[in-house]
């Protein structure tokens, strides 16, 4: 059995009292400490959201006979849903029924979007493709003004816990426990 090299470097463990979601918080509010981009964040995260969502549920979904008279409520979203408040349930369970919460909110309003391009309005995928660009973008300029946008591009998986991170902050600031 070889001996380890005297300059080998050990990785940092988290406390063992610290939960894995908080690793994550920690990483991301030290990378957003700029109050424009925190900002931003607010705003352009639930967009991402809600244009995610629209652009999920525009995806044309296949007839199944069981589905009946709910057919009409199923969709590639609601896998996405699905998707989110599974992930979420395993880091915080009362962050994921906050982001369930939010997530029917959001698609309440993508069901108007696609109830106003059934009457001929702007189809469903371009206004979804509309706001995630915009939202992009707007987490583009944030980064910018933190002078940080290397957390996101050495670590792509906090892209799965910002909109956590952002419900996060929230009740950090109302002072309830998550």
Request: glycine letters at 6%; aromatic letters at 16%.
């Amino acid at each position: 059995m070889a001996k380890p090299k005297p300059n080998t470097i050990k990785p940092v463990l988290p406390k063992k009292d610290v939960r894995p979601i908080d690793v994550y918080f920690n990483r991301l509010d030290v990378s957003h400490q700029n109050p424009s981009n925190r900002l931003l964040h607010f705003i352009c995260v639930p967009l991402m959201l809600f244009g995610a969502l629209s652009i999920a549920w525009a995806i044309p979904f296949p007839h199944l006979a069981f589905l009946k008279s709910y057919e009409s409520m199923f969709n590639w979203a609601s896998f996405l849903i699905a998707f989110c408040v599974y992930y979420t349930l395993k880091l915080s369970p009362i962050l994921s029924y906050t982001m369930l919460l939010v997530l029917f909110i959001l698609s309440y309003g993508v069901s108007q979007l696609a109830l106003w391009e059934q009457a001929g309005g702007i189809p469903l995928i371009w206004t979804g493709t509309i706001f995630l660009a915009l939202a992009w973008l707007g987490q583009y300029i944030g980064g910018k003004k933190e002078g940080n946008e290397a957390s996101f591009n050495e670590d792509k998986q906090l892209v799965l816990y910002t909109p956590v991170w952002v419900l996060y902050s929230l009740f950090k600031r109302l002072g309830w426990k998550y």
